[in-house]
């Protein structure tokens, strides 16, 4: 019975890790898929992180940080679009500024308003998505294995993981069955047949890359207002660099990346629970060793174990009407 | 809905009609006090070379630009046309050069972009097929419509373009150079399905600057020249000499005279080259093929059969994998360094098919592009420097001996125009001398008038006993100069025909890999 806990627990820290890579992936997903660079998700999700934290450390109130968050990271959004649709500037040199410009700005303003070193002040539960107890959770729980499978793995997360679990089936829907998706794609492969299609280039770009703040801003507040309790410091650590690698790991669909989130989570997971575990025939293995798990996952995943991953063929050059 | 004819008209508006449309680029005046009346239910020819201004009227009349003056009236309604979906709706449609598809998409997706009819797809598409298939019935167009694009054809891409513009309404269908990309046979199948659009009662504008198209398949046609229409015929009325005259503005040379070759020894030998891509792919399999001195070989083919690659092996700009290329019977193989230095001291000059991309540097003033691979020479560099007194003087001489206008070395390579930049290119190569000239596309964005001189000094350089190698995507020039022609298909080449025993018909079908031709399987290195 030890074992099944310690594997619903694996599987129950997969899932709460693997949300905001998720949320941030998928936020990749609108604006790489119009043609727009997402490399500036790291930074939209950090200025999300410490929109919502601050909101929230001063309202109380979770939702008016995830307000906050979503509007910080559209603001982001904006930037990048300006620069890169309005402007036709240089997508990666953009996307990084607006690392440098999140990382820089969120210390200094959290310093400045909190005076705290960088952090936001710890966050009362009220102020924090907190769990949400899925109906029948206890009574089901005596089923054999589905019980204890719902109970501790599907139920009792944040409302935020909901969301990134409703938003996978959602996008593939959008992207694949409606007409926002036909044009989002065809907008990433080849700007030119939209244009002539009748349908603003640079309107359907923009529109990608506010859906793609919106989701990054769930993504940052996740991190501050539901996983951890405040903000602090470079607290994405490279997340968003990460959710770039499961989207390309996932070919730029929605539910393929899902699933490459998930793999990145759960390697993740599996790491913090082999600190200090010793691997029978070799030993102890060193810590950071084990650190960078899901680092070394991504690298082999993404040098080729999946097969050639083709980018949307737009992506990252400026619409030029050149008739 | 109905327009109101105007009063004066007695019988039908036009279907489109321009008033006086003007357009500035800049210093640029493309278009000048433009006036055109298309009949409905005509195909309307709209021919002129390059630069004359052909794409910028059909682009104003599309939405892309907006003209600076002037009036356009659809059905005899002026209208001011905004954008593409201005265009789309007033029943405008347009099948541009380069096709306007997303390659990653469906043909019935590539369809529904921007006409989809509802925020939802799954009902829209249902509809979709079942109105596409009716115009596909209607107007003899043969498309898989669950295809992905980039798996068909070109000639097949470019009747999902047709389709596409059909599908969203046009009742006027504007075709942008439409055979440029097209094997002969599928030339006429365009034009079948040209024809059978006007029999429906829609018209069709077709911009070309092949003359026999538009004698084969319009009923009117209208010249334009330096932004203006100079003149309007009726198709029955006017003939080839008259419409080139028209749009050089002087008597055109159509003919080259040309006596037949006396070709002596080999100068390359070919032998069983193949090029193989980073995907695996042979762009050009197993060539085999000579060029003697003295003589014009022509390589026929569709664009993006495997020419380009062959001529960039034989310029030493791309490695090939196996097989034996001989120059001046010194054997090269695939791993013995042949690059374009060293093709150039072998004796190889190259007029590369991508003249901005690859024969001069548009940024560069006339005297440095003109010199370009030659850099080294010692004429040009006595001591560790170049001496640019002399490449300039150098550069004046060979502007004077080839035409290149205007006269100044110092301007830069960008701002003269495509056939005196070609001139330049020409004069940098054969003023060498080679010993075989491997010339790609040598009138590509030329016009008439340097497309003749360009054709003389090629063969005047034949008459030296040099040899050359020529690419061309028309098969008018291919016809014209040389005295013997290959024909490549996928990679291969895969006929041989003397000048004397080839037809466009002939040459047409081995380009579309029909086989059957008894000289498709003309045996390796012939008639050596």
Redesign the interface.
């Known amino acids: 019975m030890d074992g099944l806990i310690w594997i619903l627990s694996l599987l129950d820290s997969m899932v709460r890790l693997a949300a905001p890579l998720f949320l941030a992936a998928l936020a990749g997903f609108y604006s790489e898929r119009a043609g727009v660079i997402a490399l500036d998700l790291e930074g939209k999700m950090l200025a999300g992180a410490f929109a919502a934290a601050a909101t929230a450390a001063v309202t109380g109130s979770a939702w008016l940080g995830l307000g906050a968050a979503v509007i910080a990271a559209m603001a982001m959004s904006l930037l990048h679009g300006f620069a890169s649709i309005t402007h036709r500037g240089d997508q990666v040199v953009s996307a990084v500024a607006i690392n440098t410009i999140a990382l820089g700005l969120t210390a200094v303003l959290a310093n400045a308003w909190f005076g705290l070193g960088g952090r936001t002040p710890n966050l009362e539960a009220g102020a924090r998505f907190g769990e949400i107890t899925l109906p029948l959770a206890e009574t089901l729980r005596p089923l054999p294995l589905l019980g204890p499978l719902y109970a501790e793995v599907i139920s009792g997360h944040n409302i935020l993981v909901y969301i990134a679990a409703v938003l996978a089936p959602l996008s593939a829907w959008i992207a694949?069955?409606?007409?926002?998706?036909?044009?989002l794609?065809?907008v990433g492969?080849?700007p030119?047949?939209?244009?002539?299609?009748?349908?603003s280039v640079p309107a359907l770009r923009y529109q990608a890359v506010l859906i793609s703040g919106f989701l990054c801003g769930i993504a940052g507040a996740y991190l501050s207002t539901a996983q951890g309790a405040g903000f602090q410091q470079n607290m994405t650590a490279g997340k968003g660099y990460l959710a770039l690698a499961a989207l390309i790991l996932g070919k730029w669909r929605p539910l393929p990346t899902l699933a490459a989130c998930l793999l990145f989570a759960f390697a993740d997971a599996l790491q913090t629970r082999l600190q200090g575990v010793a691997v029978p025939g070799i030993g102890e293995v060193p810590v950071q060793l084990i650190e960078a798990l899901p680092y070394v996952l991504t690298v082999l995943l993404l040098a080729g174990f999946v097969g050639r991953a083709v980018p949307p063929?737009a992506v990252g050059t400026p619409y030029v009407?050149d008739? | 809905m109905t327009p109101v004819p105007p009063a004066a008209a007695t019988a039908q508006p036009w279907a489109v009609e321009l008033v006086g449309i003007d357009k500035r680029f800049g210093p640029v005046h493309a278009n000048r006090d433009v006036h055109l009346q298309i009949a409905a239910g005509s195909i309307h020819g709209l021919v002129g070379e390059n630069g004359a201004g052909k794409s910028t009227l059909m682009s104003i009349l599309y939405g892309f630009y907006q003209a600076d003056a002037g009036e356009i009236r659809v059905r005899g309604e002026p209208v001011r046309i905004k954008g593409p979906q201005d265009a789309i709706a007033l029943g405008i449609g347009m099948v541009h050069q380069h096709f306007m598809l997303v390659e990653t998409f469906t043909v019935l997706e590539n369809l529904l972009l921007g006409h989809e009819g509802g925020a939802v797809l799954g009902p829209a598409r249902a509809r979709a097929r079942r109105n596409v298939e009716e115009l596909e019935r209607d107007f003899g167009l043969e498309v898989p419509l669950d295809a992905v694009v980039a798996d068909l054809p070109v000639g097949v891409q470019q009747r999902v373009e047709i389709l596409k513009a059909l599908y969203r309404g046009a009742e006027v269908l504007i075709l942008d150079e439409p055979t440029a990309v097209l094997s002969p046979p599928e030339a006429q199948q365009l034009f079948r399905i040209l024809d059978r659009l006007r029999s429906q009662g829609r018209t069709v504008l077709l911009i070309t600057h092949k003359l026999k198209e538009i004698m084969a398949i319009t009923d009117h046609v209208s010249v334009l020249r330096q932004g203006q229409v100079v003149a309007g015929f009726a198709t029955a009325d006017t003939n080839e000499q008259e419409l080139a005259d028209a749009m050089v503005g002087r008597k055109a040379v159509l003919t080259l005279d040309k006596a037949p070759a006396r070709p002596g020894a080999a100068v390359l030998t070919v032998d069983g080259v193949t090029v193989t891509d980073a995907q695996g792919i042979d762009r050009l399999q197993d060539a085999r093929f000579q060029v003697r001195a003295g003589e014009i070989v022509g390589i026929a083919g569709v664009a993006g059969n495997g020419q380009s690659e062959l001529l960039e092996v034989l310029a030493g700009m791309l490695p090939f994998s196996h097989g034996t290329l001989t120059l001046k019977d010194q054997p090269i193989g695939p791993g013995d360094g042949y690059d374009a230095a060293g093709a150039r001291r072998r004796g190889v000059a190259h007029v590369p098919e991508d003249r901005l991309k690859l024969a001069v540097v548009k940024a560069f003033p006339a005297y440095q592009s003109a010199i370009l691979g030659y850099q080294d020479d010692r004429a040009f560099s006595p001591g560790w420097r170049l001496d640019w007194k002399r490449v300039v003087a150098r550069t004046a001489a060979l502007m004077e001996r080839f035409d290149v206008r205007p006269r100044n070395p110092l301007l830069k390579s960008s701002l003269f125009s495509g056939g005196n930049q070609q001139k330049l290119v020409m004069a940098r190569e054969i003023e060498r001398e080679p010993d075989l000239l491997l010339v790609g596309q040598p009138t590509r964005g030329v016009d008439i008038g340097a497309i003749a001189f360009i054709h003389r000094e090629l063969v005047a350089l034949r008459d030296r006993g040099k040899a050359i190698l020529l690419v061309s995507a028309e098969l008018e020039e291919i016809l014209a100069l040389s005295d013997r022609i290959l024909v490549m298909c996928g990679g291969r080449i895969v006929g041989e025909l003397l000048a004397a025993e080839a037809t466009e018909g002939r040459i047409g079908r081995m380009m579309a890999g029909i086989s059957g031709d008894g000289a498709a399987q003309a045996p390796a290195g012939a008639d050596a």
Do not use: M, P
């Open positions: 694949y069955r409606s007409r926002f998706g036909l044009r794609r065809a492969e080849n030119a047949a939209v244009d002539t299609a009748g349908i063929k009407k008739r």
